[in-house]
């Protein structure tokens, strides 16, 4: 697909073959001078079909996979431009997680915190990819309708799920104007109803809120409205691998409400943790027993994961997604030290800041080579390389100047493209096979506590309830202890540690790299001002900015294709 006109409504070129499993995920190209709908919708193949390519426009980069050509964005470089190496770069290494020396699509001044409308090319690619994920869940619900259905010859196939269907498509839509909102604010909205050559109209970030909230109300059947006949997400852990439930759909919304105060000036602490609790005592999505086991190569049997972006090494290949998270973090002396899944293939441009060094105790910090899990660490979750010859935490070389040597900085190796077992995964080393945890359930724990702290309708002592089940958990101590591991110290706190700025450093030690930190920062007014790390607006040990780079700007090509738009207070409007 290529987003060739100005509106960003994509023509759909193209669709995935969806599998019980999600597993086949190889693109079967179109004719382009054939209808979609005649070549596409014949089949209910065809309509899961399109559904898998709404999942896919979020995992992978392009229509022949492996960074094989044929991109999704026109003129933008496929490596760069998949959705979770996107996030990575608007999200993480803006903040005091991660940094990054690259210079390339303008991923210094995302570093830096020095952006504008028109010198980042990663901002412009993750506008883009997130309406052609809307453009893709517009083109399904347009089509899956029972009159088209019926006229096609594929109604008593179809008649059965297609609701589940629509309401999955509608949940991927509704996930990405959460996301516009939280990045950009006020921007255009497209639905299935504006016409192709319509030109879109830009909504507040008020508006684009309230549309994405009662779009997931409505597909977790709370509509107010009678329910028959309704889209409607099937019930928390009853779908198909990798597709979302209305667990996702409560996650979300939780998620939303959250930053509710921080997006649109609204309290919803009381729905946060009403939404955050719904998840929580479905009893579906348990804490999985161990971290570490999280983010490995046969994380598919990962309970704890609400919504994964399923990634394969054979049959979903791109240098976005957990391939980049474990490449660009690790390089390859480092698997001399330990099994990283990708043997010399790692870039090594990726390493963490002093700042989430310095969010754990200093004794879990250091890497040890007889123990390359970790297992004798009291917090399992400080996963760092130290152990590289001549390697330090500090970012910066002997002239205090930032450095591409990845000796400068540690490494931070959550990410690992092995099995529990400490095998490469069966699909090898050149891709990875970690799926991607967008949401899942000790996020949930931590946003509860923290609306609670904020002002919600629940007692102190649930929400150290909640932060101490992450933590032990973490820990591997009281009920998660497991024999030969380590578990002399329990993660519980007291009472009087729980404030919102240990749930802070909480949420860094608990969610490093899984694309909130940003979001956390704005929402604890600690994004642009009264908080520095390293390199942030350009020196060494970080400075304050302007307020305006708590929203990104519009990129100036759409200001330029659409000139109805008005630009984010700060930005020049060319």
């Not at 309704?230 to 779908?239: H, I, P, S």
């Not at 105060?261 to 609790?277: A, K, M, Q, R, V």
């Not at 092995?418 to 799926?435: C, E, L, N, P, R």
């Amino acid at each position: 697909m290529k987003l060739l006109n100005k509106n960003i409504i994509a023509i759909l070129a193209g669709f995935l073959m969806l599998t019980s499993c999600f597993g086949d995920l190889d693109t079967m190209p179109l004719d382009d001078n054939q209808l979609v709908s005649e070549q596409v919708y014949k089949t209910k193949d065809g309509y899961m079909g399109v559904l898998a390519k709404c999942y896919s426009s979020l995992i992978l980069t392009g229509q022949k996979g492996g960074d094989g050509g044929d991109g999704d964005l026109e003129g933008a470089n496929e490596g760069y431009s998949g959705y979770v190496r996107l996030m990575f770069y608007m999200t993480e290494l803006n903040t005091d997680n991660c940094l990054m020396p690259s210079s390339s699509n303008g991923l210094r001044k995302c570093l830096n915190l020095q952006w504008d409308a028109s010198n980042a090319s990663v901002i412009t690619w993750t506008y883009q990819r997130l309406y052609m994920a809307i453009a893709y869940s517009n083109e399904f619900l347009r089509e899956c309708t029972p009159s088209k259905m019926q006229d096609r010859g594929v109604w008593s196939e179809m008649n059965g799920e297609y609701l589940n269907y629509r309401a999955e498509a509608r949940f991927i839509r509704a996930y990405c104007y959460a996301t516009l909102c939280d990045l950009f604010g006020s921007v255009p909205f497209i639905d299935e109803t504006v016409g192709v050559k319509d030109i879109p109209v830009q909504q507040s970030r008020a508006e684009i809120f309230k549309y994405a909230e009662n779009e997931l109300k409505e597909i977790a059947g709370e509509s107010a409205t009678e329910q028959a006949d309704k889209d409607v997400l099937k019930e928390a852990g009853q779908n198909e691998y990798a597709r979302v439930d209305k667990a996702a759909a409560w996650f979300l919304l939780s998620r939303m409400y959250l930053n509710a105060e921080s997006w649109i000036n609204e309290n919803h602490y009381n729905d946060c943790l009403t939404y955050s609790n719904k998840v929580i005592d479905s009893g579906k999505y348990p804490l999985a027993s161990d971290y570490r086991h999280i983010f490995l190569a046969d994380n598919n049997d990962c309970k704890e994961i609400v919504w994964r972006l399923v990634q394969d090494g054979q049959k979903a290949q791109s240098s976005a997604g957990t391939n980049f998270y474990v490449k660009a973090f690790v390089n390859g002396p480092m698997n001399e030290l330990y099994q990283t899944g990708v043997g010399s293939k790692g870039w090594g441009n990726v390493r963490a800041k002093t700042t989430l060094v310095a969010a754990f105790d200093a004794s879990d910090v250091e890497f040890n080579t007889t123990d390359t899990w970790g297992n004798n660490k009291n917090d399992k979750r400080a996963q760092f390389m130290t152990a590289l010859p001549n390697q330090k935490k500090e970012t910066w070389d002997d002239n205090e100047k930032m450095t591409s040597t990845f000796t400068c900085g540690f490494g931070y190796i959550k990410w690992r493209n092995v099995t529990k077992d400490d095998k490469i995964s069966a699909s090898g080393d050149t891709y990875s096979s970690i799926d991607y945890p967008m949401f899942r359930t000790a996020d949930a724990y931590l946003m509860a506590a923290e609306a609670i702290l904020r002002g919600a309708n629940g007692s102190r002592a649930t929400a150290l309830d909640y932060i101490n089940e992450v933590r032990m958990r973490a820990y591997m101590s009281d009920k998660y202890a497991v024999s030969g591991v380590s578990s002399k110290v329990s993660g519980k706190i007291t009472d009087s540690q729980l404030t919102l700025d240990f749930i802070l450093g909480e949420r860094q030690r608990e969610l490093a790299t899984e694309l909130v930190r940003r979001t956390d920062l704005i929402r604890f007014n600690k994004f642009t001002t009264g908080n520095n790390w390293d390199w942030k607006n350009g020196e060494r040990l970080g400075t304050d900015v302007d307020k305006k780079y708590e929203l990104f700007p519009i990129p100036e090509s759409e200001l330029t294709n659409n000139p109805t738009l008005k630009q984010n207070d700060g930005y020049s409007n060319k």
